[in-house]
């Protein structure tokens, strides 16, 4: 049996998968490096995000690609919006005190879930692709829709990389992660970063959540999933460390693809979890996390 052609497939899925993870976890690791806090609503907002997705795209369901397109803009808007309103409404009366927080989105996480199951049901929706055409590779043919979505997240990625480290709004968010009271001195709106760094956080989420719904369909309890492999990878990674979550992800993306192709998704999932407790065994801050001072 030709061993090229299923590598190729497996590395092209892991791929796919990296792909959307990165933005996924960029954002839970985003409002981590900058609050403190640890958000466990994370996956229900990309789960929101799918079901907007498709929300938007079947009042344009005559015309799929101008539906998924407006869908990419105004789901993370939707989603940016209600994730700056928990924060207003709900962490920032908690002073964001870390344990505090935690209970606070386990509740957010249970009431979006359940909020969206009354209104959305319990059903899986699919949402149409915006084209269909394949790439044509020496052995087989692959979605170049899939190819599109790797690319989309390469140049959101870039993106993010461009605000975080070159611009004025990169550099506040950088100097509060950094010390929030010296920060807070230089007249920094501490309460406005915040809010606007959460809701960017849940704007990523929703953002990897429409890119993938047209392979994965909408469905209530989609953000589990997107929410526990995030953990995983700023884990592994280092909280609050974007470079880190950037090559963890490529690394559990990659090794979920291969190994689900050639053995098993289940073995997988079990290598990931032995790469968390090896790495809080023997680098409880993650490969490129920093010590606490």
Not at 48 to 56: D, K
Not at 80 to 100: H, N, Q, S, T, V
Not at 160 to 184: H, S, V
Request: aromatic share 12%; charged share 10%; proline share 4%.
């Amino acid at each position: 049996m030709d061993l090229g052609p299923f590598l190729l497939l497996a590395t092209l899925e892991g791929l796919l998968q990296a792909a959307v993870l990165t933005l996924t976890a960029l954002g839970l690791s985003l409002v981590f490096g900058v609050m403190r806090i640890v958000n466990v609503a994370h996956g229900e907002f990309y789960m929101l995000g799918a079901v907007i997705a498709w929300w938007t795209a079947s009042l344009l369901s005559s015309n799929p690609a101008a539906g998924f397109f407006l869908a990419l803009v105004i789901s993370p808007l939707l989603v940016g919006a209600i994730a700056y309103a928990c924060e207003r409404l709900i962490l920032k009366r908690l002073e964001y005190d870390p344990e505090a927080t935690i209970v606070a989105t386990i509740g957010m996480l249970y009431v979006i879930q359940q909020t969206v199951l009354i209104a959305y049901g319990p059903d899986a929706h699919p949402v149409e692709a915006p084209f269909f055409f394949r790439v044509q590779f020496p052995w087989f043919g692959y979605s170049g829709y899939n190819l599109f979505v790797i690319a989309a997240a390469i140049a959101l990625l870039g993106l993010c990389w461009y605000i975080l480290t070159k611009t004025r709004l990169g550099l506040i968010m950088r100097a509060t992660q950094f010390d929030r009271e010296t920060a807070q001195a230089f007249g920094i709106p501490i309460g406005k970063v915040y809010g606007y760094v959460f809701a960017a956080g849940a704007m990523l989420a929703a953002i990897a959540a429409v890119l993938i719904v047209p392979i994965r369909q909408a469905h209530y309890l989609m953000g589990l999933d997107p929410l526990l492999l995030s953990f995983i990878v700023v884990i592994i990674g280092g909280l609050g460390s974007l470079r880190g979550t950037v090559i963890a992800a490529l690394i559990i993306g990659l090794s979920d693809g291969i190994i689900s192709v050639f053995f098993s998704p289940t073995l997988a999932k079990m290598i990931s979890t032995l790469l968390v407790a090896l790495v809080l065994v023997f680098k409880p801050q993650g490969l490129f996390g920093a010590r606490a001072r």
